[in-house]
Structure formats: C-alpha cells, structure tokens
C-alpha cells in the first residue's frame, strides 16, 4: 500500500493504492469519512489481480480543502473524481461508492459510463425522497463542531457491527483521526447537498452491471432506501447483496468477506454479464 497525489481539476486530491493487478477498482469514500475506511478490505483484494485506489475526497486526509461550502457537494466531488481518473489515465474500471459516496459514483456512472466495467452501491445515501432540513440544522454543526461532538458522531461509521472481523485497533484509530480533521464547511456542504439529491429517477440510464449491497442493521440509511435504488436500476443489469446483522459499513466490519464478495462480482458476475 502507498499513498499518492493526483492533480484533479483545480483541487490535488490524495489516493492509497494497493496491487498492480489488470483489473482497476477506485473506491469512493462517504459524508465524513476517508480512503483509510477501505484500507482493511483494499489489502485483501488479490494485488496479483486488481490494481485498487481509494480517493480521498476534497477536505478529507491530506486532499485540498476549500473555503466554500459549495465546494463539498456529490455534484463536486463527482467532477474532482472525473479528474483524478482523467490525469491517471484511468479506462475500463470497477467503481465502487459507500454512503455519500454512493450517490458521488451514481452521478459519475450517469455522466461517464463510457469509463466503467461496472458499478457498486455500498449502503449509499438515499438518492431522492430524503426528509427536509430542520430549522437551525447549520448552527447546530457549526456549536457541535466546535466542541469536536460534530466530528465524534460522525465517526460511528468507525464503529463495531453486531458481526465483525477483528482488525488492527490503529485501523479504527486512523480512521477516526482523519474524521476528527473534517472541516465544517464540509460537514454542511455535503449534508445539504445530500437532502437536495434528486438522482434515483435516473438510474434507471445506467446499464452497466451495478451490485448494490447493504448491512440489515443500517439506520443511517435504512434498508428501505437501498431496495428502492437497487429496484430502480434497470432489471437486467442490476445486482443485490444484504449482509445480516451488519450495519453501515461492511468495507470496515467485514473487509474480508467484502473483498471476497467484491471478488466474485468483478470477476465471474461481471464478465458473464450481456447487456439486455
């Protein structure tokens, strides 16, 4: 595993890539989290196999930050992703989004399926249909921020699942640095932009081989709202995987039978795949 830099339109986005393998995975990262979410499951795909790279977004790990709220959106850090794989040259590769950066992806396949061997959809966020904003929803951030609680509950995506693999404690601890760096123009520009999302009418224009997978245990996103994307994606081309008693994240919770499902996905789902 090595980190690295990559120039991405206006921003310098950092990535951790691991394996020099044919097959190219990018794995996208959610609301207040980092690439370090995926390292445990990035080091258990085959290297001889699949070439693996794990974005940091704008304003997370050691990524650009920006001023503007604006700049922290699924629309933005889609176009930054657009020009990461850009500079690296990057054709033909799985792509794969948790949470927020679910969403990121969908709205990277809809503009760049061309790019794509396939898609994954890990607990993503809900892509329509979300409850609006409450009053004051800012500056109570912005008064949670400054006490770090903002930062703190939003590391739960850190936390333990009723099922769990044991990994290294510096793996969670890492993880748990990086969202303790968020910045709050982040935290409000991400969540507003994910209550403003409007993408689930459009799913069904993708037409790659899309696997959307969730935890039962998920109450950040709910398993309603990942039946209803995975049910808005075109019949012939879509792909469900619900893991039991698992929440949010399963790239942290389970990494190895994550890596083992994705595995199976890239390399027997996907290559038998006809388009309908």
């Known amino acids: 595993m090595h980190s690295d830099f990559v120039q991405a339109g206006g921003v310098r986005l950092q990535y951790f890539e691991h394996g020099t393998g044919l097959e190219t995975v990018v794995l996208v990262h959610g609301y207040t989290a980092s690439a370090r ?8 795909l085959d290297p001889t196999r699949f070439r693996v790279l794990a974005f940091n977004n704008r304003g997370a790990g050691d990524s650009d930050r920006s001023a503007g709220e604006t700049d922290y959106t699924v629309e933005a850090f889609a176009r930054d992703l657009s020009g990461a794989v850009t500079t690296l040259g ?6 794969v989004g948790h ?3 679910g969403a990121t992806v969908a709205r990277f396949a809809l503009d760049h399926q061309a790019l794509l061997k396939s898609l994954t959809l890990l607990d ?3 892509l329509a249909s979300r409850p609006a ?5 800012e500056d109570e951030i912005r008064a949670r921020f400054r006490t770090g ?3 703190r509950s939003a590391s739960g995506a850190a936390a333990p699942a009723t099922r769990h693999e044991t990994l290294p404690e510096h793996y969670r601890r890492e993880l748990t640095e990086d969202v303790a760096r968020t910045p709050v123009e982040r935290l409000i520009g991400s969540r507003r932009s994910m209550a403003s999302l409007d993408l689930r009418s459009r799913l069904g224009e993708i037409h790659v081989p899309t696997l959307v997978i ?12 990942i039946l209803t994307e995975y049910l808005a994606l075109p019949e012939g081309n879509r792909f469900l ?3 039991h008693r698992v929440g949010h994240s399963p790239n942290i919770d389970l990494p190895g039978e994550m890596a083992t499902l994705l595995t199976e996905f890239f390399s027997v789902t996907v290559p038998g795949f006809v388009r309908p």
């Open 37 to 44: 979410i995926w390292r445990a499951m990035q080091e258990r």
């Open 90 to 95: 990057l054709r033909n590769f799985h792509l």
């Open 99 to 101: 949470s927020m950066g």
């Open 124 to 126: 993503p966020a809900p």
């Open 133 to 137: 904003l409450t009053p004051g929803w």
């Open 149 to 151: 609680e903002a930062t």
């Open 214 to 225: 969730g935890g039962d245990l998920d109450t950040t996103v709910g398993v309603p709202h």
């Open 241 to 243: 995987h619900i893991y």
